[in-house]
């Protein structure tokens, strides 16, 4: 999954952005309300941290401007305005959620989870194929009952892969949901870490395989062909 922060505080955002990549998401953290609406326009992203008081706008018409668009992005507003009338302003022009600062980090990634379980949301809850199981929450993979340990962007392609079952999911499209933007990026890392994950689910048993489709991308198959 990946994760839009506007927020001008740079501390803030560096604190955000890592312990969001921490829990297993790719993040961009951008501080300008220009700077944001070209990220928003290339349509990236699974969700949004939007704090208010931007240098170059205010973060509330971006809101409205991708809303009224059509833009149903998940959207939780992250922001010192703690007055009550600013909270139903926010929630009326959009927002999914209003966070007010200071914040416990714990609370910011449950409530980010809960937009993105609920209905329509990118997030489920446990996903399955074959034998593998994959707990969204926890970041958990299971291999016939069994925890194999994955790094973060092997378990995100799993991800991926698992919510998309049967159907090829590009290289590009892997590149954007698990890099950000200021992120060197190799032209053989997905390579690699498919590479890695394909060892990792065959030594573990699993029935569920991973397949290339060259020049294209990968999918992933419930049964290996020759069972």
């Known amino acids: 999954m990946r994760l839009l922060i506007?927020?001008?505080e740079t501390r803030i955002a560096e604190i955000l952005k890592q312990a969001l990549e921490q829990t297993g998401f790719a993040v961009d953290a951008l501080s300008f309300y220009a700077d944001a609406q070209q990220a928003l326009a290339l349509g990236l992203y699974d969700a949004?941290?939007?704090d208010l008081g931007l240098p170059d706008g205010d973060g509330m018409k971006l809101l409205e401007e991708i809303r009224s668009a059509?833009?149903?992005l998940p959207v939780l507003i992250l922001t010192a305005r703690d007055a009550v009338?600013?909270?139903?302003?926010?929630?009326d022009r959009g927002a999914d959620d209003y966070l007010v600062k200071p914040f416990a980090m714990t609370e910011l990634i449950a409530r980010t989870k809960a937009l993105l379980r609920r209905p329509g949301g990118a997030l489920g809850t446990i996903l399955q194929a074959g034998n593998v199981n994959f707990d969204t929450i926890g970041r958990d993979v299971w291999v016939g009952g069994v925890q194999v340990v994955m790094p973060r962007r092997e378990s995100a392609i799993l991800e991926h892969l698992m919510r998309r079952l049967g159907r090829v999911v590009s290289k590009a499209v892997l590149e954007e949901k698990l890099y950000g933007i200021d992120e060197e990026l190799e032209s053989n890392a997905i390579p690699v870490h498919v590479h890695h994950l394909r060892r990792k689910l065959l030594e573990a048993g699993a029935t569920a395989e991973i397949h290339t489709v060259r020049g294209v991308g990968y999918f992933l198959s419930e049964d290996k062909p020759w069972e």
């Open 70 to 72: 059509g833009n149903r």
């Open 48 to 50: 949004m941290i939007l």
């Open 6 to 8: 506007v927020e001008d």
């Open 85 to 91: 009338e600013d909270r139903v302003s926010g929630l």
